[in-house]
């Protein structure tokens, strides 16, 4: 009975955890500046859609798909960098010319995005000559491992520190030692940034860039230079916003329909299995919570999730799976109430005779989902990520929680009034 005690202050701990992290009005964390939401798609929120034509004219047909492919996976870099969750990225081909479609939920500042995504970033060191002209270097962009925008403890004004590999490390050392007491420029997209003098030889490849930009230009810079340069030069044809493609009204009627669904499962539950259907919609109800928190929590993170009406089916799809394995809990602990086991046994080895059933089961569910997440796309990875994480809390909510519920409750009075149970020798 410790035991059971224990596994219930746990659930507990957990459920209030849950509470609070969805309540409507979002949570604040420590050194974040705020609301953490759930992210939705564009088809929920709408965004910005951009489409994009690359240049390949320097570039012989047979290289053109992998040029594009390049092009595409920096883009997707820098559209990351931005905490933008499931953009959709798409190549695209009418005849003779190449390009790019872009859509990015939740992003109601275009310029922005476009300053951001079409920028070369083509990042240049270079020396004086004997005529006081800048001279090419062959320390440049390409030879950054990594780069991050700060405050200058020095000048309390925003800078980029750069971060070179063990080549440029070493190109950046030999330069230092060759124009100490000169000045070396760094260019930016051919434009002087700055042109700061060598105090002394640099060894270790860090240096800084400082320029006349506040911190959110420091931060694009950062991300740029992290992306690196676009392998081909694009330009924007077509930009615009778009509402979302739903509409509140299919919206709501989706979700509506979505919770009819699960009240009928929950009175299907209590009128076949009584107290065992009850707890196991409790369960569920713990389950929801906690799926909604995680789904909060991942957009603090790079694999944040977002949220489309596919991502809604996903996680309705998962509930319907927890009920399947609750279903099959008690027809095996009716079995072994039917044996002579007493309830408490019954219900015990019931969970431990399904639990090879429910893990086959759930196993090829998630092999299933991660193929999809694998090779889709948009959506379609949407759907199978919160399936995904649906099936394994499915899988705790009815291994874990719904046993604590079930055996805690055949060791009370409650056992007596085998009713309750809907199961009789």
């Known amino acids: 009975m410790k035991t059971l005690w224990i596994r219930l202050g746990f659930i507990t701990f957990i459920l209030l955890i849950g509470l609070w992290i969805v309540l409507p009005s979002g949570f604040k964390l420590t050194g974040i500046k705020k609301d953490v939401k759930i992210a939705k798609g564009l088809d929920l929120v709408g965004g910005v859609h951009l489409a994009y034509e690359a240049d390949l004219k320097g570039i012989t047909n047979q290289n053109r798909d992998a040029a594009l492919t390049s092009l595409k996976n920096t883009i997707d870099k820098r559209i990351n960098s931005l905490g933008v969750s499931e953009p959709l990225i798409q190549s695209r081909k009418y005849g003779d010319n190449y390009g790019l479609i872009i859509e990015l939920p939740g992003i109601k500042d275009i310029n922005s995005a476009i300053g951001l995504i079409g920028k070369t970033a083509l990042l240049q060191f270079k020396e004086q000559g004997l005529s006081g002209e800048w001279v090419d270097t062959d320390?440049?962009?390409?030879?950054?491992?990594?780069?991050?925008?700060?405050?200058?403890?020095?000048?309390?004004?925003?800078?980029?520190?750069?971060?070179?590999?063990s080549e440029g490390t070493k190109k950046f050392a030999e330069l230092t030692k060759k124009d100490l007491n000169k000045p070396i420029a760094i260019f930016l997209d051919n434009e002087l940034v700055s042109a700061p003098t060598v105090q002394t030889q640099i060894n270790d490849g860090k240096a800084v860039i400082e320029g006349k930009f506040d911190i959110n230009?420091?931060?694009?810079?950062?991300?740029?230079?992290?992306?690196?340069?676009?392998?081909?030069?694009?330009?924007?044809?077509?930009?615009?916003?778009?509402?979302?493609?739903?509409?509140?009204?299919?919206?709501?009627?989706?979700?509506?329909?979505?919770?009819?669904?699960?009240?009928?499962?929950?009175?299907?539950?209590?009128?076949?299995?009584?107290?065992?259907?009850?707890?196991?919609?409790?369960?569920?109800?713990?389950?929801?919570?906690?799926?909604?928190?995680?789904?909060?929590?991942?957009?603090?993170?790079?694999?944040?999730?977002?949220?489309?009406?596919?991502?809604?089916?996903?996680?309705?799809?998962?509930?319907?799976?927890?009920?399947?394995?609750?279903?099959?809990?008690?027809?095996?602990?009716?079995?072994?109430?039917?044996?002579?086991?007493?309830?408490?046994?019954?219900?015990?080895?019931?969970?431990?005779?399904?639990?090879?059933?429910?893990?086959?089961?759930?196993?090829?569910?998630?092999?299933?989902?991660?193929?999809?997440?694998?090779?889709?796309?948009?959506?379609?990875?949407?759907?199978?990520?919160?399936?995904?994480?649906?099936?394994?809390?499915?899988?705790?909510?009815?291994?874990?929680?719904?046993?604590?519920?079930?055996?805690?409750?055949?060791?009370?009075?409650?056992?007596?009034?085998?009713?309750?149970?809907?199961?009789?020798?």
């Not at 320390?139 to 590999?165: C, H, M, R, W």
């Not at 609750?326 to 007493?342: M, Q, V």
């Not at 291994?399 to 055996?407: A, D, E, G, M, N």
Request: aromatic residues 10%.
């Open 139 to 165: 320390l440049s962009g390409k030879d950054l491992v990594k780069s991050d925008a700060t405050i200058s403890s020095q000048s309390g004004e925003p800078v980029v520190n750069i971060e070179f590999n």
């Open 217 to 425: 230009q420091a931060k694009d810079l950062a991300i740029q230079l992290n992306a690196g340069a676009l392998p081909v030069p694009i330009k924007i044809v077509e930009q615009r916003n778009v509402g979302a493609t739903l509409g509140l009204d299919s919206i709501q009627k989706s979700l509506f329909a979505g919770l009819i669904g699960l009240i009928l499962i929950a009175i299907f539950m209590i009128l076949n299995y009584r107290l065992p259907g009850l707890l196991a919609v409790f369960a569920l109800a713990i389950y929801s919570i906690v799926s909604l928190a995680i789904f909060k929590i991942s957009t603090l993170t790079p694999w944040g999730i977002t949220i489309t009406l596919a991502g809604v089916a996903g996680f309705i799809l998962s509930i319907g799976m927890a009920v399947d394995a609750n279903i099959l809990i008690f027809e095996r602990a009716k079995e072994e109430y039917r044996s002579g086991e007493d309830l408490y046994n019954a219900y015990e080895k019931g969970f431990r005779r399904a639990w090879l059933s429910i893990r086959d089961s759930n196993i090829s569910s998630i092999i299933t989902a991660l193929i999809l997440f694998w090779f889709g796309s948009g959506s379609v990875r949407g759907f199978a990520l919160v399936l995904i994480i649906g099936i394994l809390l499915s899988l705790f909510s009815a291994i874990t929680i719904s046993r604590t519920f079930l055996l805690f409750v055949t060791k009370t009075r409650l056992k007596n009034i085998k009713w309750l149970f809907g199961i009789r020798r």
